[in-house]
T-cell receptor, first 115, second 112 residues
Framework: DVKVTQSSRYLVKRTGEKVFLECVQDMDHENMFWYRQDPGLGLRLIYFSYDVKMKEKGDIPEGYSVSREKKERFSLILESASTNQTSMYLC??????????????FGPGTRLLVL | GEDVEQSLFLSVREGDSSVINCTYTDSSSTYLYWYKQEPGAGLQLLTYIFSNMDMKQDQRLTVLLNKKDKHLSLRIADTQTGDSAIYFCAESKGGATNKLIFGTGTLLAVQP
């Protein structure tokens, strides 16, 4: 079974703090993704990575950065947390098939509250 | 452009059929997917359909694709309380970095 784990289920941080969200997958997947989920807006892609040290911006990268030093780990960084970054953050991974069905495997999510 | 829309909420009685609808705008999408998110959990792939198909059945689930109208639906037969969840449709065009574009999600509430 594919497993995607996220370091925290719930986090409470203060405005201006630097926040690290960690994601680890155990299936040797090339692709990893960070989304945020907000009611009525669905999932929006923040950043994704298709290989170690490679990253690409998604639809809403502002205020975020990422790091992929090892294949299994993809970190999302909020350099200076703001209240509008209060959200559910979901990590996902998938293999690079280049064709066929794209199955993304999701972690359980981290619910972040910024005060 | 890329935009996937769904209605936000659907309420059905246990035993009835549920139909969740989705419209998308990118006609070059290769695959279309349905994901399920149970309370407090991440998303899980339910089923998918290739863009050259118009129907796919998998036990209680039936996916219908109308490519001309860019309309996708998920029918759940004999809906159970355990089907209560948020359902997301998603589209992709394939390729090595196979990004998914997700819809807004439909919350399905099953009344006993």
């Amino acid at each position: 079974d594919v497993k995607v784990t996220q370091s925290s289920r719930y986090l409470v941080k203060r405005t201006g703090e630097k926040v690290f969200l960690e994601c680890v997958q155990d299936m040797d997947h090339e692709n990893m993704f960070w989304y945020r989920q907000d009611p009525g807006l669905g999932l929006r892609l923040i950043y994704f990575s298709y290989d170690v040290k490679m990253k690409e911006k998604g639809d809403i990268p502002e205020g975020y950065s990422v790091s992929r030093e090892k294949k299994e780990r993809f970190s999302l960084i909020l350099e200076s947390a703001s209240t509008n970054q209060t959200s559910m953050y979901l990590c996902a991974s998938s293999s690079r098939t280049g064709w066929g069905v794209e199955t993304q495997y999701f972690g359980p999510g981290t619910r972040l509250l910024v005060l | 452009g890329e935009d996937v829309e769904q209605s936000l909420f659907l309420s059905v009685r246990e035993g009835d059929s549920s139909v969740i609808n989705c419209t998308y705008t990118d006609s070059s999408s290769t695959y279309l997917y349905w994901y399920k998110q149970e309370p407090g959990a991440g998303l899980q792939l339910l089923t998918y359909i290739f863009s050259n198909m118009d129907m796919k059945q998998d036990q209680r689930l039936t996916v219908l694709l109308n490519k001309k109208d860019k309309h996708l639906s998920l029918r759940i037969a004999d809906t159970q309380t355990g089907d209560s969840a948020i359902y997301f449709c998603a589209e992709s065009k394939g390729g090595a970095t196979n990004k998914l574009i997700f819809g807004t999600g439909t919350l399905l509430a099953v009344q006993p």
